[in-house]
């Protein structure tokens, strides 16, 4: 990994029961940075994103923030002080990280306001009336200031997706770790959480996105990866995955999801395969 | 009808006290019985193997045995020992143990109605140990909650009529003594019976208000 990574995770494996989720993956990301990560369904996207702050502990590997080694695995996980280990490491990392979910999971028994600012007033030690005046500002920039006692329950899935960003940026995070955030919303909602996304990179926020919307993808990424079975198959910038794929299981991929993608020089005489729709 | 006014002049006083007793006994054992049934059902998903196995023992052996056994373990079994309890402690004492596993089990499937996205957003956001279950957890756990407490809590009321077994002067026992005087069982039973409703249809009334209150917001 690059010496100037912000987060960075190393050779991590990540197995569940019966099948492995990461195997030795390797990543980083700059400040500043947005980074995009997309892949098939199952192949480890929402698992990578969910080690780097530790709701996921994995099995080996190293995390880092800035120049600090914040978990190394399988070492830290050992013997008694095992759980403590992970404790303080993800302490480290949600310091500096906030998740934004594919399910927004806010918390249904407070208000839009409360959500907001239970966070820095609880875990940060912010004042209550600052908290909550931080909070009020956030919501005007993703533009619900008229929802602030709202339940979650009364609000769109949009709404309440952004109402998760302002959340997760009401900690103020050095880096934000989306997973799939619209892909539960109906499709008239995508375009308002992704604009919010977006105008947040223009401020020049560090970001890592899960997302399957690849336009998107294109638009804001300063890097791409692709992740397939367990492991980053390719990564590169937007223009160099997007339009010059070097893997067949990338150009695959993108053909399934309609990107239109020249076929690999290797397999040119194939070319008719772009036109099919494999879905 | 004049005969039952003038019974009622006579019994009245020793009625009231013996309902005043019955809130106590319910007050009381109720709070120890939601103490406990906390206490248990966050132990049964502790990450300790002994925590959980302490808890769970608890729960089977205390569902598995009569209350009135225990009631006479704590008020006759207790002084072998040399520790002296009055008839109320020591009713407390068991209808707030015996109460306290069954509310266990009302707790623990509260904890664990909660959505895993909950304490990963939760964890995420930095909240962690008391916190965590303090602010996030626990107010949603609870109001799932709510329903089966009312009910153990509508419950209570009637049972602490087994206090008089031990001497407590409690509602029923108060009934019971004044029948033995005056043999007007039918007119006291009814009585005591009205009195009993008197402190459980408020009560259902009051919880159902608070399930509504806790239901504020949800869809
Ligand atoms: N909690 C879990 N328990 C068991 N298997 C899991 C769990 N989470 C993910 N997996 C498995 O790990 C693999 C990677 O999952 P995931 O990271 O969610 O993929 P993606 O986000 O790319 O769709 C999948 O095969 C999935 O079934
Ligand atoms: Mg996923």
């Known amino acids: 990994m690059p010496e100037t990574s912000i987060l960075s995770a190393t050779d991590i494996v990540k197995d569940f029961k019966t099948q492995r989720a990461l195997d030795v993956c390797s990543f980083g990301v700059r400040e500043g940075e947005v980074v995009v990560i997309i892949g098939p369904s199952g192949s480890g996207k929402s698992t990578l994103l969910r080690c780097l702050n530790l709701i996921e502990v994995p099995d080996e590997g190293m995390l880092r923030l800035a120049d600090e080694d914040v978990l190394s695995m399988p070492r830290d996980g050992l013997g008694r002080k095992r759980h403590s280990n992970i404790v303080r490491a993800r302490t480290t990392l949600t310091g500096s990280t906030s998740m934004v979910f594919q399910k927004f999971n806010l918390f249904p028994h407070m208000t839009v306001l409360d959500n907001i600012a239970a966070a820095p007033h609880f875990v940060g030690s912010v004042p209550k009336e600052l908290a909550r005046k931080t909070a009020i500002d956030l919501l005007e920039r993703v533009g619900l200031a008229d929802r602030q006692s709202a339940f979650p329950a009364q609000l769109s899935g949009g709404q309440q997706q952004r109402v998760a960003i302002a959340r997760a940026l009401a900690k103020k995070p050095r880096i934000m770790l989306y997973d799939e955030p619209t892909s539960a919303l109906d499709p008239e909602l995508v375009g308002?959480?992704?604009?919010?996304?977006?105008?947040?990179?223009?401020?020049?926020?560090?970001?890592?996105?899960?997302?399957?919307?690849?336009?998107?993808?294109?638009?804001?990424?300063?890097?791409?990866?692709?992740?397939?079975?367990?492991?980053?198959?390719?990564?590169?910038?937007?223009?160099q995955i997007f339009a010059h794929p070097v893997h067949e299981r990338t150009a695959d991929f993108l053909r399934r999801v309609r990107v239109q993608v020249p076929p690999p020089i290797s397999t040119a005489d194939t070319d008719l395969r772009g036109t099919h729709d494999i879905n | 009808m004049s005969n039952y006014l003038d019974l009622m002049a006579e019994a009245w006083p020793a009625l009231l006290e013996g309902l005043k007793i019955?809130?106590?006994?319910?007050?009381?054992?109720?709070?120890?019985?939601?103490?406990?049934?906390?206490?248990?059902?966050?132990?049964?998903?502790?990450?300790?193997?002994?925590?959980?196995?302490?808890?769970?023992?608890?729960?089977?052996?205390?569902?598995?045995?009569?209350?009135?056994?225990?009631?006479?373990?704590?008020?006759?079994?207790?002084?072998?020992?040399?520790?002296?309890?009055?008839?109320?402690?020591?009713?407390?004492?068991?209808?707030?143990?015996?109460?306290?596993?069954?509310?266990?089990?009302?707790?623990?499937?509260?904890?664990?109605?909660?959505?895993?996205?909950?304490?990963?957003?939760?964890e995420s956001l930095g909240f962690q140990g008391r916190q965590l279950y303090r602010k996030i957890i626990l107010p949603q756990a609870i109001r799932v909650s709510l329903p089966g407490i009312g009910n153990y809590a509508n419950s209570m009321v009637k049972d602490t009529s087994l206090a008089s077994v031990v001497t407590v002067m409690e509602l029923l026992r108060s009934g019971q003594i004044i029948v033995s005087a005056t043999f007007q069982s039918f007119e006291i039973y009814l009585t005591v019976g009205a009195m009993y409703l008197a402190i459980s249809l408020p009560l259902a009334w009051y919880t159902r208000r608070l399930e509504e209150r806790s239901n504020r917001g949800y869809a």
Request: hydrophobic letters at 55%; zero cysteines; proline letters at 3%.
């Open chain 2, 22 to 122: 019955t809130i106590i006994l319910t007050i009381l054992s109720l709070a120890l019985g939601l103490i406990i049934g906390l206490v248990m059902a966050l132990m049964r998903l502790s990450r300790r193997n002994l925590l959980r196995a302490i808890a769970h023992v608890y729960v089977d052996v205390v569902r598995g045995t009569p209350v009135l056994v225990q009631l006479f373990l704590v008020y006759y079994g207790l002084p072998q020992f040399g520790i002296r309890v009055t008839p109320i402690l020591a009713a407390v004492l068991a209808l707030g143990a015996n109460y306290g596993a069954y509310l266990a089990e009302v707790f623990r499937a509260g904890l664990l109605s909660i959505d895993r996205g909950q304490w990963e957003a939760a």
């Open chain 1, 192 to 239: 308002d959480v992704l604009g919010v996304i977006r105008d947040l990179a223009a401020s020049g926020m560090t970001k890592v996105i899960v997302t399957h919307e690849m336009d998107f993808a294109q638009q804001v990424a300063d890097r791409v990866l692709f992740m397939d079975k367990g492991r980053i198959i390719e990564e590169g910038t937007p223009e």
